[in-house]
């Protein structure tokens, strides 16, 4: 029955690193959103669609908002990643903090402080914490309950307490007919995804500074039904770093691709070509007139 359709956006916020992209590709049932060890890897929100049926049969399309982490930093890349966040809070119909077990209340209050938006706690990777420890951490989350709908401790890794989670949020969701096909995972095209990726192959396997300096683009993207050529560019700023990314004989380039490519194929069900090449474009993350030709566009 139409009218007891739910469906509704829900920004999954919080700080870098604490699980959002994990939890949503464990949601999801497919890796599509970024995801790293290292910090600061979503840098422009994405929807992802999870359909949800409760136990009285109320069925809901929730359109989760991935989200870069809230932190605050001079550089200008990062400014735009907390601009996307706060911009996903502000347009959403229901709010999700997300911390991790271990992370302190006091950037809970950080959030408070930056909206008053309806909202549910999440307290992620519960897989790592003992019994003592997680109650102790829900303990001291008490003194807000005035401030929060729910609290749902959760472990994307070992799927414990998702369900109660969805659950949770459904109910807060307005009564809407779907929003979106009810047989797509996210509205973010293809090409979009395969351009995450490679930055995901690019964080994988190289470290330091790199994966925060660098870029990438798709250049060229033809679409078969059975066979997508796709030409990209890895963007960095510095010649030294442009050697690092392509390796003693091309070595580093191959791995990425080669990581890349076979990801690109389970996600597309498609055979892949890809032709992988690296520019030096100093100070692309640093001005923005360059943000914006990568997309990172402040006025949008
Ligand atoms: N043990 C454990 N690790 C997790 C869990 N969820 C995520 N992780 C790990 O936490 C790290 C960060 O995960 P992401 O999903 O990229 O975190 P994020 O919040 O999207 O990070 P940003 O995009 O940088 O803000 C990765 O190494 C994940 O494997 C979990 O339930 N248990
Ligand atoms: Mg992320």
């Known amino acids: 029955m139409q009218n007891s359709f739910k469906c509704g956006f829900v920004a999954i916020v919080g700080r870098p690193n604490c699980g959002k992209s994990s939890l949503l590709n464990k949601l999801l049932k497919q890796d599509i959103a970024l995801v790293s060890h290292k910090a600061n890897a979503t840098r422009k929100k994405m929807n992802f669609i999870v359909p949800f049926k409760d136990k009285n049969g109320i069925e809901s399309q929730i359109v989760f908002v991935d989200t870069p982490g809230i932190h605050h930093q001079e550089k200008l890349l990062n400014q735009f990643m907390l601009k996307e966040a706060l911009r996903a809070i502000s347009d959403c119909d229901l709010c999700v903090f997300m911390a991790s077990i271990f992370d302190k209340t006091k950037y809970y209050e950080e959030f408070l402080e930056l909206t008053d938006k309806p909202h549910i706690i999440l307290l992620s990777k519960i897989d790592i914490a003992s019994k003592e420890q997680v109650l102790q951490k829900i303990n001291d989350y008490k003194k807000y309950s005035q401030k929060f709908l729910s609290l749902v401790p959760v472990s994307s890794q070992k799927a414990i307490n998702l369900s109660d989670f969805l659950f949770e949020v459904a109910q807060y969701l307005p009564y809407s007919p779907p929003l979106f096909d009810t047989d797509i995972l996210t509205d973010e095209n293809l090409k979009q995804i395969y351009k995450e990726i490679i930055r995901e192959s690019v964080f994988n396997n190289l470290s330091d500074e790199i994966p925060y300096e660098s870029e990438v683009q798709i250049e060229k993207f033809i679409e078969g039904e059975t066979f997508d050529k796709v030409f990209a560019k890895i963007f960095v700023e510095k010649e030294s770093q442009k050697s690092m990314v392509i390796g ?47 997309g990172y566009d402040f006025e949008v």
């Not at 990425?256 to 076979?262: H, L, T």
């Not at 520019?279 to 001005?287: C, D, G, I, L, P």
Request: aromatic fraction near 8%; hydrophobic fraction near 35%.
């Open 248 to 294: 003693k004989n091309g070595q580093t380039i191959k791995r990425i691709g080669k990581q890349a490519r076979e990801k690109m194929q389970i996600i597309g069900e498609k055979k892949i070509f890809l032709s992988l090449n690296v520019f030096v474009q100093k100070s692309w993350s640093k001005e923005k007139e360059n943000l914006k030709k990568f």
